[in-house]
Nanobody, 124 residues
Framework: QVQLAESGGGSVKAGDSLTLSCKLS????????MGWFRQTPGKEREFVAA????????NIADSVKGRFTISRDNTENIMYLQMNNLKPEDTAIYSC?????????????????WGQGTQVTVSS
């Protein structure tokens, strides 16, 4: 069974940077398209970024475009989310997800596997 584990969350101040990691185990990482989503209490899960199997195609949500970058290292089975110039509205639990597909998807229902999530808190 594929397992995903996020790391790198924390509490930072507005304007700071964080890099989240998502490691996939028990699967062939390069077969999977990957995504990052975030959720706050009382709100629906929100798409953040997605990357295709090779890393050659990415999709970034408008709300974070220009500040967040998604990447992956298929030799290490890890996906990253580099978050710069963080804002208080970026505060959420960030989860990574995986699905075997070509291309990318911004729809949470497209993904088959999910991590537990990591908390990111941005104070003003």
């Amino acid at each position: 069974q594929v397992q995903l584990a996020e790391s790198g969350g924390g509490s930072v101040k507005a304007g700071d940077s964080l890099t989240l990691s998502c490691k996939l185990s028990k699967g062939i990482f390069s077969k999977f398209a990957m995504g990052w989503f975030r959720q706050t209490p009382g709100k629906e899960r929100e798409f953040v970024a997605a990357i295709n199997w090779s890393g050659g195609s990415t999709n970034i949500a408008d709300s974070v475009k220009g500040r967040f970058t998604i990447s992956r290292d298929n030799t290490e089975n890890i996906m990253y989310l580099q978050m710069n110039n963080l804002k208080p509205e970026d505060t959420a639990i960030y989860s990574c997800a995986a699905v075997v597909m070509f291309g990318t998807s911004s729809r949470a229902e497209s993904y088959d596997y999910w991590g537990q999530g990591t908390q990111v808190t941005v104070s003003s």
